[in-house]
């Protein structure tokens, strides 16, 4: 299917696998792209990464978002991740103080025992501080694995602003 105005080529690279063609929306996310792959070679969606050139590709956004030229082929390299439970090393950057905090956790810690362990570090309350890591605010009942943590990992610690 030739591209038109609202309507993607994809094509996926991945070591060991042939290369796969997919045809997308702009205004489908990255992980219906993981889903149609899934499909193909049986990887979990969540086990995959899709990368356009360096830059991992999150699979909440829209196509939209990469600003792709719908007249041109989309191609993406798949890294298969395959999640491990081993001990990550992590850093707590105090917002505020500029102090950084060595710690550890795994892919598995719920968000509740890395505020635990972030509420020893700094021996205050979190009710009124707000943790970030790679990019997004940490949210009980989540794992570390949903906020796609790797091997090093910087968690912000920032003060609630109330207002505008």
Request: glycine residues 6%.
């Amino acid at each position: 299917m030739a591209p038109n105005g609202s309507c993607y080529s994809v094509n996926v690279h991945s070591s060991g696998q042939e290369l796969m063609r997919f045809t997308a929306q702009k205004d489908d996310r990255v992980k219906k792209i993981n889903e149609q792959i899934s499909s193909k070679i049986k990887v979990p969606a969540e086990n995959q990464m899709l990368l356009l050139g360096s830059k991992a590709l999150d699979p909440e956004k829209k196509l939209s978002h990469y600003w792709f030229d719908p007249s041109t082929t989309m191609h993406l390299t798949l890294k298969v991740v395959k999640p491990s439970d081993e001990e990550l090393e992590a850093f707590l950057m105090e917002a505020d103080e500029g102090k950084k905090h060595p710690f550890s956790i795994r892919r598995s810690s719920s968000v509740a025992q890395v505020k635990e362990i972030i509420k020893g570090i700094t021996s205050g309350l979190l009710k009124d501080q707000t943790v970030y890591c790679n990019g997004k605010r940490l949210e009980d009942g989540k794992t570390m694995s949903d906020y796609l943590i790797l091997n090093i990992n910087i968690f912000f610690l920032c003060k609630k602003c109330i207002g505008g």
